[in-house]
């Protein structure tokens, strides 16, 4: 079983919104925090946003006010929500988990293309 599962990627024009979730069926119950990181080919893997167990989130500086990540417990699923896309939003988006012992699980990474 893979332990995440990402979707909701795909094509948009610049100020449209995306939502992407992340499923982590197998592994919900070991997972202290998740989060969504972004990488283009060529360029560092660069943090987006984070959602902890305690309910805290934090975002980067280039999505707050634009992005939403939220947890569904009852799903146990991940969700960000993209609004007011640009174009720089463009790259591959990746779900993680961090379990207690530090463990980090990746998703597969999921397609955002935003035209302009």
């Known amino acids: 079983q893979v332990p995440l599962v990402e979707s909701g990627g795909g094509l948009v024009q610049a100020g449209g919104s995306l939502r992407l979730s992340c499923a982590a069926p197998g592994i919900i119950r070991l997972v202290v925090s998740m989060a969504w990181y972004r990488q283009t080919p060529g360029k560092q893997r660069e943090f987006v946003a984070r959602?902890?167990?305690?309910?805290?989130?934090n975002y980067a500086d280039s999505v707050k006010n634009r992005f939403t990540i939220s947890k569904d417990n009852a799903k146990n699923t991940l969700y960000l929500q993209m609004n007011s896309l640009k174009p720089a939003d463009r790259t591959v988006y990746y779900c993680?988990?961090?379990?207690?012992?530090?463990?980090?699980?990746w998703g597969q990474g999921t397609q955002v293309t935003v035209s302009s």
């Open positions: 993680t988990a961090r379990t207690l012992s530090g463990f980090h699980y």
């Open positions: 959602f902890s167990n305690s309910g805290s989130t």
